[in-house]
């Protein structure tokens, strides 16, 4: 059973009392970074949130330089993408900024919502293990914030352009409301950083037996298919486009056998 830091073994109601101040702790965090955030909401709105839908955009310019070099579609070659923002609530862009605020102040605090999390999970680890926390806290941080940086700069203006430009009928304007487009851009950038969190998970799910490198390995092609099908969704019809976008997946996912390899071996060794 956990101790607390008298060394007395705690009880279920004393673990949920360290969650709740876990939870408190997090939380007011959050709250710091999104008044920050709030602050700023005008390089926040007009530069971050709103620069994927400008055609000068340095993805847009990567991959047109690209497609000119190589002869490839140029879809990217954009001066303007073909719709226009609205807001057809009174409280819509109010509600935009106050939880936009929050959000960003959840990716600032994630790095103190980490160290909360491993203070929380620490009294059930080895000595040598709390030892680590510093690095546990710049991998998985670390990790989150290329996921974060991956999914804005390449997967939101990839999906905002496929989108923007995919059209059933002439008949048919776009006209995206504001919550929609802002919506896609912090749930496609956010989800991404989590997913790139994915050697972190795999870490302790190895630990706790739940998963090993054999499952890892068995189930590969089957997680390739899934990771091509997710590059052609959200990408052009070019090949390019869509090696940017698999090959990070490729590598965490190769990353989160080595380390299940890893933690399982030396679960073996402990007990021989």
Same mark, same amino acid.
């Given at each position: 059973?956990?101790?607390?830091?008298? #060394?007395?073994?705690?009880?279920?109601? %004393?673990?949920?009392?360290?969650?709740?101040?876990?939870? &408190?702790?997090?939380?007011? !965090?959050?709250?710091? #970074?999104?008044?920050?955030?709030? *602050?700023?909401?005008? $390089?926040?709105?007009?530069?971050?949130?709103? #620069?994927?839908? %400008? #055609?000068?955009?340095?993805? *847009?310019?990567?991959?047109?330089?690209? !497609?000119?070099?190589? %002869?490839?579609? @140029? =879809?990217?070659?954009?001066?303007?993408?073909?719709?226009?923002?609205?807001?057809?609530?009174?409280?819509?862009?109010?509600?935009?900024?106050?939880?936009?605020?929050?959000?960003?102040? $959840?990716?600032?605090?994630?790095? $103190?919502?980490?160290?909360?999390?491993?203070?929380?999970?620490? +009294?059930?680890? /080895?000595? @040598?293990?709390?030892?680590?926390?510093?690095? $546990?806290?710049?991998?998985?941080?670390?990790?989150?914030?290329?996921?974060? !940086?991956?999914? *804005?700069? &390449?997967?939101?203006?990839? =999906?905002?352009?496929?989108?923007?430009?995919?059209?059933?009928?002439?008949?048919?304007?776009? =006209?995206?409301?504001?919550?929609?487009?802002?919506?896609?851009?912090?749930?496609?950038?956010?989800?991404?950083?989590?997913?790139?969190?994915?050697?972190?998970?795999? /870490?302790?799910?190895?630990?706790?037996?739940?998963?090993? +490198?054999?499952?890892?390995?068995? *189930?590969?092609?089957?997680?390739?298919?899934?990771?091509?099908?997710? !590059?052609?969704?959200?990408?052009?019809? %070019?090949?390019?486009?869509?090696?940017? &976008?698999?090959?990070?997946?490729?590598?965490?996912?190769?990353?989160?056998?080595?380390? =299940?390899?890893?933690?399982?071996?030396?679960?073996?060794?402990?007990?021989?």
């Amino acid at each position: 059973m956990a101790t607390n830091k008298a #060394g007395k073994e705690m009880s279920f109601l %004393d673990h949920l009392e360290e969650f709740r101040w876990l939870l &408190v702790r997090s939380t007011i !965090a959050i709250l710091v #970074g999104a008044c920050v955030a709030y *602050y700023f909401s005008d $390089f926040i709105f007009d530069t971050i949130i709103f #620069g994927p839908k %400008d #055609g000068s955009f340095i993805t *847009y310019r990567f991959f047109c330089d690209l !497609a000119n070099q190589y %002869d490839l579609d @140029k =879809s990217f070659c954009i001066q303007e993408l073909p719709f226009e923002l609205q807001n057809r609530t009174m409280e819509g862009q109010f509600s935009m900024l106050i939880w936009t605020s929050i959000t960003v102040g $959840f990716v600032v605090a994630f790095p $103190f919502i980490l160290w909360e999390l491993w203070k929380f999970v620490s +009294p059930a680890l /080895y000595d @040598k293990e709390r030892k680590n926390i510093k690095l $546990f806290i710049f991998i998985a941080s670390l990790l989150f914030f290329i996921g974060v !940086a991956f999914g *804005y700069f &390449v997967l939101t203006p990839l =999906s905002i352009n496929f989108l923007a430009n995919l059209t059933i009928s002439d008949h048919v304007k776009n =006209s995206i409301d504001i919550d929609s487009y802002i919506g896609l851009v912090k749930t496609t950038s956010l989800a991404t950083g989590l997913v790139f969190e994915l050697p972190i998970v795999i /870490y302790f799910l190895s630990r706790l037996g739940l998963v090993t +490198p054999k499952f890892l390995s068995d *189930y590969r092609k089957y997680s390739y298919v899934i990771i091509l099908i997710i !590059a052609a969704i959200v990408t052009p019809p %070019d090949v390019i486009s869509q090696t940017i &976008v698999t090959i990070p997946l490729v590598i965490l996912y190769e990353i989160s056998i080595f380390i =299940s390899r890893f933690v399982i071996k030396k679960e073996e060794l402990k007990t021989t």
